[in-house]
């Protein structure tokens, strides 16, 4: 086997209507489509997939999900400016000849609801 990238994440959401205003309005994500129990987003060359569980046993399943971006100082303050909570601020990771990796959590429309 080969694998090459990503081609999609599903992530499980007990409600489809808020988690899919937290990433079309607050993370600026381009919806594709969604149905009755799932949305869609566009993510570079990764789609996103919010989906209501199917099953009991999906309901609690967890991802974290590695956003690049271009300036993730502007990210942050744009992303900020759109209501986006924030576990800490950008910072940088690791430095290797000439890249530098930086980082940032965010909170979910999960952990923001439970507040």
């Not at 979910?108 to 439970?114: A, N, R, V, Y």
Request: glycine letters at 4%; proline letters at 3%; one cysteine or more.
């Amino acid at each position: 086997m080969d694998i090459q990238k990503i081609g999609q994440i599903g992530i499980p959401v007990n409600n489809l209507e808020r988690a899919i205003t937290f990433y079309q309005e607050m993370l600026a994500l381009p919806l594709l489509f969604n149905t009755d129990t799932m949305a869609f987003f566009e993510c570079g060359d990764v789609r996103l997939m919010l989906t209501l569980p199917e099953k009991e046993a999906f309901a609690n399943a967890s991802s974290t999900l590695y956003f690049f971006v271009e300036d993730i100082q502007k990210s942050y303050v744009t992303a900020k400016s759109n209501g986006v909570d924030f576990i800490d601020e950008p910072h940088l990771i690791a430095k290797m000849d000439h890249t530098e990796t930086w980082m940032v959590f965010l909170k979910t429309q999960k952990e923001i609801s439970t507040r």
